[in-house]
């Protein structure tokens, strides 16, 4: 059964490389979803998959790019059938 997570990441998270390093991230995992930056400075990240794959993937974005991330806020939805892992605009 998948899951969706969609995770709001704080800090100096624009202008870093961030939607890019979690679009690199999710090749190496078998999430789907998409990272996009919010007009309030947060960056979205929205995964889709298996639980501990979208737990596994969300925590190698967190690792990688902890030294821009002041807070970050996750939120469990129903999984909606995302089948790509994209960069939104």
Request: hydrophobic share 45%.
């Amino acid at each position: 059964m998948n899951v969706c997570k969609r995770v709001f990441f704080q800090g100096h998270v624009q202008g870093v490389g961030f939607r890019y390093a979690a679009h690199g991230l999710a090749q190496r995992f078998p999430v789907a979803g998409y990272v996009r930056n919010l007009a309030d400075g947060r960056v979205e990240l929205v995964a889709e998959g298996a639980a501990t794959e979208v737990d596994r993937f969300v925590q190698a974005v967190a690792r990688q790019m902890a030294e821009h991330i002041g807070s970050r806020e996750e939120l469990e939805e129903p999984a909606r059938g995302l089948t790509t892992f994209e960069i939104r605009t």
